[in-house]
């Protein structure tokens, strides 16, 4: 079984915040987000006006679109919360630096342990890192036999290509520009140099 894909709130920012949201839902399709990080997202499209569209677009999906997954603590999301933090998940829920990645992980990771694989999008540094950490463990449960699923990790830029392999950007010129303004909202995106968004490989059509 396949699970909507999670998204963490830096992606839901960039693409909300410069009104890509159909780009974004063309690529990956219908999303699912942790309480957490729908708080995240529109906390700081209060407090900061560039990322004030964000809260629009988010106010204004369908749950067809996005689900928004319950915090509520269940055994499976205590486990996972605590053995990937070392704290109860009702200690951990009262701090809200990065919740909402750890939540992504955590919710990601309990629907994998049940049998689906589960797309996550996240692009924080250390919140990537964690989501390694657990599609890696699914990975040697799978290989000693355990019947779960897995976890794929995509970011921003895997996004973007994924766009450009599907004809929804048309040139280097228009992904120049969506990614200038992507990294004028997140300054964790790297120069546009240093990805693979202009290669010849990704822009070259496949042969017949």
């Given at each position: 079984?396949?699970?909507?894909p999670?998204?963490?709130?830096?992606?839901?920012?960039?693409?909300?915040?410069?009104?890509r949201?159909?780009?974004?839902?063309q690529?990956?399709?219908?999303l699912?987000?942790?309480?957490?990080?729908?708080?995240?997202v529109?906390g700081?499209?209060s407090?900061?006006?560039?990322?004030?569209?964000?809260?629009?677009?988010?106010?204004?999906?369908?749950?067809?679109?996005?689900?928004?997954?319950?915090?509520?603590?269940?055994?499976?999301?205590?486990?996972?919360?605590?053995?990937?933090?070392?704290?109860?998940?009702?200690?951990?829920l009262?701090q809200?630096?990065?919740?909402g990645?750890?939540?992504?992980?955590?919710?990601?990771?309990?629907?994998?342990?049940?049998?689906?694989?589960?797309?996550?999008?996240?692009?924080?540094?250390?919140?990537?890192?964690?989501?390694?950490?657990?599609?890696?463990?699914?990975?040697?449960?799978?290989?000693?036999?355990d019947?779960?699923?897995?976890?794929?990790?995509?970011?921003?830029?895997?996004?973007?290509e994924?766009a450009?392999?599907?004809?929804?950007?048309?040139?280097?010129?228009?992904?120049?520009?969506?990614?200038?303004?992507?990294?004028?909202?997140?300054?964790?995106?790297?120069?546009?140099e240093?990805?693979?968004?202009?290669?010849?490989?990704?822009?070259?059509?496949?042969?017949?």
């Amino acid at each position: 079984m396949s699970h909507r894909p999670i998204i963490d709130a830096g992606p839901s920012l960039n693409f909300f915040s410069v009104r890509r949201e159909r780009l974004l839902f063309q690529v990956v399709g219908p999303l699912a987000a942790p309480e957490s990080v729908q708080d995240e997202v529109l906390g700081k499209a209060s407090r900061d006006q560039r990322f004030a569209p964000a809260a629009t677009v988010w106010r204004k999906l369908p749950q067809k679109l996005i689900e928004v997954l319950p915090d509520n603590p269940t055994p499976q999301l205590e486990q996972v919360v605590q053995r990937i933090t070392s704290l109860p998940m009702s200690q951990r829920l009262r701090q809200r630096k990065d919740l909402g990645e750890l939540m992504v992980v955590a919710h990601a990771v309990v629907e994998a342990e049940s049998g689906d694989d589960v797309r996550v999008l996240i692009d924080d540094g250390n919140g990537a890192k964690t989501a390694e950490f657990e599609r890696a463990r699914l990975q040697r449960m799978r290989d000693r036999g355990d019947e779960v699923g897995s976890l794929i990790l995509m970011n921003t830029t895997t996004v973007l290509e994924l766009a450009v392999r599907q004809n929804l950007i048309a040139d280097r010129g228009e992904m120049r520009d969506l990614y200038r303004r992507l990294r004028g909202l997140d300054d964790g995106l790297v120069p546009i140099e240093r990805t693979e968004l202009l290669s010849q490989k990704l822009w070259t059509p496949p042969s017949v």
